[in-house]
């Protein structure tokens, strides 16, 4: 005989009660690995489709409205180490737009338009079966839904032209620049692959539009030119070697430089097809710098000459001695304007605000110098490529994006257009120049050099660093993205948790019930000798070992768990994942946390059980082979004052709520609840003394024999007070949390109104496709996009400008490595609204939140984030930093200042207008909009807005819906936890009919007696059932009571309906199980033999 | 070292209701090796107690327990199981038997725990088999309890608490459960036995016919011996 014959004698003698155990085990195990591989799943279908949505994509160079050769692809992959370390570079036009089913006139906005090679099928799956010819293309799945297109239809794509100017720029493009090109669907790609290409990560396929690069390069008159470069390879180079082979390959016509040599005027210029020369390329060069400027008027002598270039310079265009306040005129204009020199001058320019809000402002100056137009002074090119100006032989053809009074322009003036063109009527000190007109786009028009030193670059490549224009790890910041993202795993165990939990009790009541049944054998080797830690240990390992076949059983279980919840998920919940693309996947890793966390719980639970029974006494355990009574413990003074004042406090909470009309106040109305389970479980417990008793008794006396037996079973509950309370206080909080959960769904319209709710009290969101430059707020705006000032009277817009990049909200499972970034209005900050969660500054006031944008005096942008998604999204804390790059690819930080509660401005982080432009100046115009209007007029005005709009794709929601589909993703999370929590309850009453078994068993001499003196077998059945419906009943009931104070406020909405009947067939499943378990039981127990019990009594 | 068990002034009480209900009062006797003792009474006067404490199941409220010169109520939790293992012998009126074992694999049972004995004459294994067969259990050796008849079970139990040679054997109702030809081949087993290991033999028991096979009879009457 040794321990390990003894454990496996112990293990299979015992084995229908170790086989309820391991059952339970396994369910136990099940429900925990299996939430497991629905992370695992979901984190693998993340990186699939990282991998669809990139291909073999590498590093993407982003140019965004910054357009180089589109041979750069070519250039960069002959250089010979980028060979040795990819595959290709391909090189693509990707610009948003707006698709429109001709024959449906069916839209859809945010649409990837993307302009391709063929070669750019090769770094992925899915592409079309054969090239796309021009007039052809492909959309993908996701798209051709939403079109209803079908292959062979015709499709409009309409796109914005991008300016060589940002509209925001001073003389920038024409708002109104919007091309149509007109295709037919040639493929339609699945949503898998290179179907679903994009740079962000989410899991959510993006409305994709492919097309020959050729045709979108004819369209937006960008020919040869494309805005992104894709490096393709098998991971083996380094993003070093990519930027490395760009440099060789870099041009200046990439960096959109141009170089002009003048022999006979004696310099090299550099200037920029985009007027502005940026900054940082300025700050690396040692030219002279030259900025010329468009002015509305040049005045003297009360004459005016209109629509002049000024330049400003250093000599030897200028004076080497001009003062600032100085000009000097050519001798057109100071001819034009009598003008002698020591006259003073005047100018008159504009500047452009926000919101391309053009502003008047004058200088003046005094005439230092009258030059003739020759040499330098005749130098046309020294205007830039401003468009709709440079471009045309008239002043009449002006089309520029200023509102220029033609009735202003002289026959003289068209003269000196026709034979000067361009060339400057004035010029002023560089220093004044910088004061008067300075913008975020840049200062210098050009750059001029001596010819006897010429810029440094000239003749080699210049580095695209310099320009921001640097390759981006995307696979893996894709990789880190999907990797990071929503933790499904940790997620649903948290929702399985109540079935976990239910599980290992079930486990844990099985095995002990065992156990006790065998206390007479524990008593036997006690008393033989074995020590109490011994015998603890032997049943511990018999325990384990049975956890572990459970365990084992549970790992079948976990796959199958794990898909049913994944099925689930890609259909009834797949608001939480917003993708039905999610594949099964199990980790090694993940099993073998499973299978052994389910062991270590089984084995803890195990240990609690065993640990009363090896603790008592040889003796106790012979004598009586483990019956015993449990001696009644009254309860203690302290339980009934904390009963007493749960119940006092809930009753003062529900008042208090109700006398302050605070009646929506679900904190409140939730504690008041979860006090009175505390009050109702205190008040079972006493209904279990025997005081209760005797009352029970006393009302069933004189009464039939069924209520007289059922008096007799309810008070049998009070012969295990605690083993009583304890199945009742779990069914009741099980009850409550599940009804509590259920009911307490997010309602996206209650107190829409109100500013401090998730709407901000804003009746509209909206977003739009190309950006939107006007002010909506003013005649001139409305008038320009075409909206009537009537519809819009009362009605206040607040734009907002946006960066592009991952969603950074619920709606995202992938971290949100490179957020999109908003820009807020000052407006807002004044208006206020939404409903702040923290703040970092504890001297700004939470109604005041917004000022924290605007409280920095450092290089560190304040920025505000939703607080789930700064926590869950971007994995970080209030007054944590994120670094980004900004325009030009330096690293910038945001320091978290604050937090939202839930709004509709999740998905974003929201910095200031102003930081915004610091960071992103080329960013021009608006993508998103908070619409303030009044709610009985909100149809009207979305109604009317998307129509003067639609070809910029405005697309205006009720900001309730918004906010809703943000709930979406939560209410879902509580369905789930809804339903795992009933399945858990459910196996939770199981549980009810090992309590009946234990009971009967403990007390088969007493109902062997009420055999003996003529009791039928059915009046026993009724008896034990009554007791433990009776405790079914309190159970239930307790739970709902307190459940329904706490849903309370959502009772009161009428928006999103409490899910009565799956709460209620959730309870009564739960009753009917807990019923049937219970009856069951008895009925084993009645069909054993109970005299016998009776002898040996 | 001494050569019984002496119980010296043996007092138990019990807090029951908060009021303290005495079951033993000043026992004192003695019982040497080789020699056997049956203790008498009405129901509830502290028999089963008197031997639960000599068994160190149970503790005294005051007074000394001697087992062969060993108070085994100054060992620590681990030493007295170790003491009780390897010094005492039980046997129940419910035989005890584990359900799920052979009847050899029960006999062996407190062995599984006795630290070897180098200088032992025979194994455990050859020793149960020996008084397996003493006991005229051989033919059953392999069987499983609920395959044997009472009488056959507490012959086995009786086995079973001479397997680790103890040097004192308590019996509580040995045959409490048995016919009368069970319980006459028990009495005889009892005694037979306690001259060839040599133990101290002390039996609880309401039968006359089993006291009167023991050397001295004492009866204990509302927890005090008269």
Redesign the interface.
């Known amino acids: ?3 390990t ?2 454990l496996l ?2 293990l ?3 084995w229908r009660a170790h086989a309820g155990a391991a059952l339970a085990a396994a369910v136990g195990t099940a429900v925990l690995c299996g939430a497991l591989i629905v992370g695992d799943s979901v984190r693998h279908s993340l990186l699939a489709i990282t991998s669809d949505r990139l291909g073999d994509t590498q590093f993407a160079l982003i140019g965004g409205d910054r357009f180089f050769g589109d041979d750069l692809a070519k250039r960069v992959a002959a250089q010979p180490d980028f060979t040795k370390s990819f595959s290709g570079a391909h090189a693509v036009l990707l610009i948003q737009g707006i698709a429109i089913h001709e024959a449906d006139d069916v839209r859809a906005y945010q649409v990837q338009i993307i302009g391709t090679k063929p070669d750019f099928w090769t770094i992925g799956t899915d592409g079309p079966a054969e090239a796309l010819k021009s007039g052809e293309i492909a959309i993908n799945a996701s798209l051709a839904h939403k079109l209803g297109a079908a292959v062979g239809d015709a499709v409009r794509v309409r796109v914005s032209k991008p300016g060589v100017l940002p509209l925001d720029a001073p003389l920038g493009s024409k708002a109104d620049s919007a091309v149509i090109l007109r295709a037919k669907v040639k493929a339609i790609l699945p949503d898998k692959g290179l179907g679903r290409f994009s740079l962000n990560a989410n899991q959510v396929a993006p409305y994709n539009l492919f097309l020959p690069i050729e045709d979108l390069q004819t369209k937006l008159t960008q020919k040869g030119r494309a805005n992104l470069l894709l490096v393709a390879g098998k991971g083996a180079g380094s993003l070093e070697v990519a930027q490395h082979a760009l440099q060789a390959a870099w041009t200046l016509d990439d960096a959109q430089i141009r170089v002009r040599k003048e022999e006979a005027l004696g310099f090299t210029e550099l200037s920029t097809p985009r007027v502005f020369l940026d900054d940082n390329f300025v700050s690396t060069q040692i030219g002279s710098g030259i900025s010329t400027y468009f002015v509305n008027a040049i005045r003297a002598n009360g004459k005016e000459t209109p629509y002049s270039m000024v330049t400003a310079a250093g000599a030897p265009l200028t004076d080497a001695d001009l003062k600032e306040d100085e000009i000097e005129l050519n001798a057109w204009t100071a001819e034009d304007l009598g003008a002698k020199v020591g006259d003073a001058v005047e100018i008159e320019y504009w500047v452009v605000g926000l919101q391309r809000k053009l502003e008047t402002r004058t200088a003046s100056f005094k005439l230092k110098r009258i030059v003739p137009i020759e040499g330098l002074h005749a130098d046309r090119n020294l205007m830039p490529d401003f468009p709709g100006i440079a471009d045309v032989d008239s002043t009449h053809d002006w089309d520029a994006s200023v509102p220029i009074d033609m009735k202003k322009i002289r026959p003289k003036d068209e003269d000196y257009w026709k034979k000067y063109r361009g060339t400057p009527k004035a010029f002023i000190a560089l220093k004044r120049g910088e004061q008067l007109w300075r913008n975020r786009f840049g200062m210098y028009t050009a750059l001029r050099y001596p010819l006897s030193n010429p810029p440094k670059l000239l003749g080699t490549a210049l580095p695209p660093e310099m320009l921001g224009i640097k390759f981006a790890d995307v696979k893996n910041a894709g990789v880190k993205s999907a990797g990071e993202g929503t933790d499904f795993g940790g997620l649903f165990l948290g929702f399985s948790f109540f079935l976990i939990i239910a599980a290992l009790l079930l486990m844990a009541l099985v095995f002990q019930f065992g156990v006790e049944s065998r206390s ?2 524990t ?12 015998v603890r240990t032997l049943l511990l390992i018999e325990g384990v070992l049975v956890a572990t076949v459970g365990s084992a059983l549970g790992m079948f279980g976990a796959t199958a768990y794990a898909q049913a919840l994944l099925s689930v998920l890609a259909t009834r919940w797949v608001a939480a994942v917003g993708t039905s693309s999610l594949e099964y996947h199990a980790e090694p890793m993940s099993l073998y946390i499973g299978f052994a966390s389910g062991i270590f719980m089984a084995a803890i639970a195990i240990f609690f059980a065993v640990r009363k029974q090896a603790s008592r ?3 106790e355990l ?2 009586a ?1 483990g019956r015993h009574a449990e001696p009644f413990s009254p309860m203690g003074k302290i339980a009934k004052i904390v009963g007493v004042v749960s119940f006092v406090s809930a009753l003062g909470a529900v008042g208090w709520a109700l006398a302050t009309g605070n009646r929506a106040s679900a904190e409140v109305f939730f504690s008041a609840g979860a006090l009175l389970l505390i009050a109702a479980l205190i008040l079972v417990r006493r209904l279990f003394s025997p005081k209760s008793e005797a009352a029970l008794v006393h009302t069933a006396q004189g009464q039939s024999a069924f209520q007289a037996l059922l008096g007799l079973g309810v008070r049998g509950a009070s012969r295990r007070a605690g083993r009583s309370t304890a199945t009742a206080a779990l069914l009741a909080c099980g009850t409550f949390l599940v009804v509590a959960v259920g009911a307490n769904k997010q309602d996206a319209t209650v107190n829409a109104q109100d500013r401090s709710s998730g709407t901000g009290g804003f009746a509209l969101y909206a977003q739009s496709t190309n950006p939107v430059y006007e002010d909506l707020n003013t005649k001139k705006g409305r008038e320009v996009v075409g909206v009537p000032d009537a519809l819009l009277s009362g009605v206040t817009v607040f734009p907002l400008r946006v960066k592009g990049g991952d969603e950074a909200s619920c709606l995202n499972l992938n971290r949100a490595s490179n957020p999109r970034i908003v820009g807020v209005p000052k407006s807002l900050t004044e208006r206020g609204g939404f409903s702040f969660a923290s703040i970092l500054d504890e001297k700004i006031k939470k109604e005041h939140g917004w000022e924290a944008l605007h409280d920095s005096n450092s290089e560190i942008v304040p920025a505000i984030c939703d607080d789930q998604a700064l926590t869950y999204i971007l994995n970080l804390k209030l007054g944590d930093t994120l670094t980004i790059a900004d325009e030009h690819g330096a690293p910038r930080k945001l320091k978290f200042v604050a937090t939202l509660n839930s709004s509709i401005l999740q998905g974003s982080v929201l910095i200031s207008e102003e930081s915004f432009l610091s960071l992103y100046p080329s960013q021009s115009g608006y993508l998103a909009f908070l619409i303030d209007a009044p709610f009985e007029k909100s149809a009207e005005t979305s109604k009317g807005l998307a129509s003067a709009l639609a070809d910029e794709g405005f697309d205006p929601i009720p900001a309730a819906e918004r906010l809703a589909s943000f709930n979406a993703v939560e209410n879902t999370y509580l369905s789930t936890f809804q339903a795992l929590g009933g399945l858990g309850m459910l196996l939770g009453s199981l549980g009810l009919g090992v309590v009946v078994l234990r009971n009967m068993l403990e007390r088969r001499g007493e109902l062997a007696l009420l055999r003996a003196v003529g009791y039928s077998r059915a009046a026993i059945g009724w008896l034990v059932l009554s007791e433990h419906l009776w405790l079914l009943v309190l159970g239930l009931a307790s739970g709902m009571i307190a459940a329904l104070v706490a849903v309370a406020p959502a009772l009161q909405s009428t928006a999103v309906p409490v899910p009565w009947l799956s709460i209620l067939a959730t309870l009564g499943a739960v009753f009917v199980f807990g019923l049937l378990a219970a009856l069951a039981a008895t009925g084993w127990m009645l069909r054993q033999p109970l005299l016998p019990a009776l002898r040996s009594e | 070292m001494s050569d019984r068990v002496s119980v010296t002034k043996l007092c138990k009480q019990y807090e029951a209701g908060g009021e303290a209900r005495r079951i033993l009062a000043d026992v004192s006797f003695d019982v040497a090796a080789g020699q056997s003792l049956a203790i008498m009474g009405p129901s509830g006067t502290g028999k ?1 107690t008197l031997l ?1 404490i000599i ?1 160190t ?2 503790t005294p409220t005051s007074g000394t327990v001697d087992v062969f010169g060993v108070n085994p109520f100054s060992l620590p ?2 030493q007295l ?6 010094t ?1 012998g ?1 046997i ?1 009126q ?1 035989h ?1 038997l ?4 052979s009847i ?2 029960n006999v ?7 630290p070897p004995a180098p200088n032992a004459k025979e194994t455990p ?1 050859a020793r149960a088999v020996r008084l397996i067969e003493r006991v005229g259990l051989t033919s059953r050796m392999n069987a499983r309890p609920g395959q044997l008849s009472g009488g056959e079970c507490q012959r086995a139990a009786v086995v ?1 608490s001479l397997i ?1 040679a103890p040097r004192v054997v308590l019996a509580d109702e040995p045959t409490g459960s048995l016919d009368r030809s069970s319980a006459e081949t028990i009495g005889t087993l009892l005694s037979d036995l306690r001259r060839e290991e040599n133990v101290a033999l002390i039996v609880v028991t309401h039968a006359e016919t089993l006291a009167a096979r023991m050397d001295r009879t004492m009866t204990l009457r509302d927890g005090a011996l008269v």
């Open positions: 005989m040794t321990f014959r003894l004698r112990s299979t003698y015992h007479g054998e008593g036997l080797l006690l008393a033989v000798g074995f020590s109490t830690r011994r006494s040889a003796r012979l004598a082979s | 089963s639960n068994g199941l149970d939790e681990k199981a170790s003491f009780r293992n390897g005492i039980f129940f419910a005890h584990l359900p799920q074992c050899l694999e062996l049972i407190p062995s599984l725990i006795a294994h079973r680790n």
